[in-house]
């Protein structure tokens, strides 16, 4: 999902409201599950939602308003009811695709038992040998 706007920290947030609303010690309950239920948070300038969506993660009901409509489908976007099942079917289509694609890309020699067909995430690249940067 893109970033927008100036995001503060979505800790931040959760500190503030965990510290007005949850019973105990901020300490000892910023780790733990809650369910904030019944409780109104609104956001008149959400801009990028940080608020909004750390009061949600806690059970919060939430509204927000911005003149941006940017801004609104954002927000929207993160908020929105995700169906689960859908996300990972196509989740592991892409995967597939992906896989089938490029995943020979992603293939080295294992360093410890010298099989040729060692998986890799990802790869570290030191520009410099090739002349990409210059001092």
Not at 54 to 68: K, P, Q, S, T, V
Not at 78 to 87: G, K, M, P, R, V
Request: proline content about 4%.
């Amino acid at each position: 999902m893109h970033k927008w706007f100036a995001r503060r920290p979505g800790t931040l947030f959760r500190g503030l409201l965990l510290s007005e609303f949850a019973e105990g010690s901020l300490k000892e309950n910023f780790y733990k599950a809650h369910n904030l239920k019944g409780l109104n948070i609104a956001d008149p300038f959400m801009g990028g939602g940080t608020p909004l969506i750390e009061a949600n993660r806690l059970g919060c009901n939430i509204i927000g308003y911005d003149i941006n409509p940017m801004s609104y489908w954002i927000v929207r976007q993160e908020i929105e009811h995700l169906d689960l099942e859908a996300y990972r079917k196509a989740a592991a289509e892409l995967q597939d695709s992906l896989t089938k694609e490029v995943g020979y890309f992603y293939r080295t020699v294992c360093l410890k038992c010298g099989s040729p067909d060692a998986h890799v995430k990802y790869f570290i690249w030191k520009l410099e040998s090739y002349g990409w940067f210059t001092r």
